[in-house]
Nanobody
Framework: QVQLVESGGGLVQPGGSLRLSCAAS????????MGWYRQAPGKERELVAQ???????NYADSVKGRFTISRDNVKNTIYLQMNRLKPEDTAVYSC??????????WGQGTQVTVSS
């Protein structure tokens, strides 16, 4: 069973940056796509950014131009570089992988708090 482990969350001031990492225990090229979701208190989980097996990306409108998703196929890791963070970016960020079977795998999540 492939596992996903996130890291890199924390407390940052508005305007600051953080980089999240999601390390997979298996070959990430075996997934059709991987992505980052977030859930803020009292809100539904939303897709933040996604990268497909062939490298195409898509982003939520709220993070376009500020966040960048990337991957390292050798390290079996994807990243989310978050710049110009805003208080409304505060949430638990979770890594997700979609298998060819259609099933999904989730990481445990990492807290990102943007506050002065």
């Amino acid at each position: 069973q492939v596992q996903l482990v996130e890291s890199g969350g924390g407390l940052v001031q508005p305007g600051g940056s953080l980089r999240l990492s999601c390390a997979a225990s298996g070959n990430i090229l075996s997934f059709t796509a991987m992505g980052w979701y977030r859930q803020a208190p009292g809100k539904e989980r939303e897709l933040v950014a996604q990268i497909s097996r062939v490298g195409s990306t898509n982003y939520a409108d709220s993070v376009k131009g500020r966040f960048t998703i990337s991957r390292d196929n050798v390290k079996n890791t994807i990243y989310l570089q978050m710049n110009r963070l805003k208080p409304e970016d505060t949430a638990v960020y979770s890594c997700n992988a979609v298998l060819y079977s259609g099933s999904t795998i989730w990481g445990q999540g990492t807290q990102v708090t943007v506050s002065s």
